[in-house]
């Protein structure tokens, strides 16, 4: 099962469609009605996702240098990978696999930080932005959680991992 986000706001957005062939971070209108009547109070709305076609993997953090290095030292003298390590490196044993799952934590931060932008641009020009995450189909389920983000208070930061288990509207507010 999936976790998708969706963003309501007052402006149209330039969509982006996904394309398996060149995945890239995706934008995409989606109808109102396919949600609880009290998820959204904006106009349009728009699925986000991930170069991967959902939201899963939002929220992924690149991996330090010093980390791939070291996990590349000890993989190079055939020892074992630290719990340190580990932590980035669940199940990679080879150099190659570590090098993929550098790539895919590059790609996912990539994308984060463009949804976190979006977010950003849309809250500077003082538009109304509402963001939703939840499981895949359970869009029309109403919301478990309501949270107000207000930026003036730091940086942006959305807890994605919450999806898997709630349905959490976001208010976000400049």
């Not at 993929?100 to 976190?116: A, G, I, M, P, R």
């Amino acid at each position: 099962m999936c976790v998708n986000c969706y963003i309501g706001t007052d402006s149209e957005l330039k969509e982006i469609e996904f394309d398996r062939n060149n995945p890239e971070f995706c934008v995409v209108k989606v109808d109102k009605s396919d949600f609880d009547k009290d998820t959204f109070s904006t106009n349009n709305i728009y699925y986000i996702g991930t170069r991967e076609g959902c939201g899963c993997k939002f929220g992924i953090q690149e991996i330090p240098s010093e980390i791939i290095n070291e996990a590349k030292q000890l993989i190079n003298a055939k020892k074992e990978l630290t719990d340190k390590i580990r932590q980035f490196f669940e199940y990679e044993s080879t150099i190659d696999e570590i090098d993929f799952t550098v790539k895919e934590s590059k790609d996912y931060s990539e994308d984060t930080q463009k949804l976190y932008t979006l977010i950003t641009g849309l809250c500077n020009k003082n538009d109304k932005v509402e963001f939703y995450g939840c499981e895949a189909d359970h869009e029309k389920k109403k919301y478990d959680e309501k949270l107000t983000i207000d930026l003036k208070e730091g940086d942006l930061y959305i807890d994605f991992d919450k999806f898997w288990d709630l349905n959490i509207r976001i208010d976000i507010k400049k």
